[in-house]
């Protein structure tokens, strides 16, 4: 009778404290994209990187198509989170709503420089009324920006916590 007890005792803990495979290739998934992310847009020839060198030699159009892969890159990974199966795993579906949150917020922050660069644009033309509509426009794009930067960081800090629940969810360290 006692060894059914510790046996049950055990294989309750051991159910208990089992890591579900799932449920870790469902996080590595997700935090796969970051690093994706991060290496398209900031590596040496980056997207940022090169679009940053476009601009410091007016060259626009340049420019403007790192925004357009920028945007592509954007729609790759919430379209990979999306179809990401988070069935049967817990916590999952929260983890998986805020990472496309986040992402999308990333993509309005990133795509407004569409905005500025087409302004810039402008401001190289003769036309002194479309030169200083233009610089008033890269001034609110600007503003736009700093809100935008503060959406995406309350989109982060919602995926760290739902990350946090998942890893106490699913017994991840």
Known sequence: MKSNLIFSVLLTVGLI?????????FKKEITAQEQIVFNALINKEGYETEKSLSII??????????????EQLFDSVIKHLSILSDDHIKEG???????????????????????SIQQQKITFSK??????????????????????????????????KALEKFDQANNIK
């Open 17 to 25: 404290s089992c890591t579900s495979e799932k449920a870790v290739d």
């Open 57 to 70: 030699k007016r060259d626009y159009d340049r420019a403007l198509s790192f925004i357009n892969k920028e």
């Open 93 to 115: 579906a929260p983890v998986k709503t805020a990472a496309i949150s986040y992402y999308k917020a990333m993509k309005d922050l990133f795509l407004l420089d569409r905005q």
């Open 127 to 160: 036309d002194i009324r479309k030169v200083d509509k233009a610089q008033d426009s890269i001034l609110q794009i600007s503003r736009k920006k700093l809100e935008f930067h503060k959406i995406v960081e309350a989109r982060n800090m919602d995926l760290q």
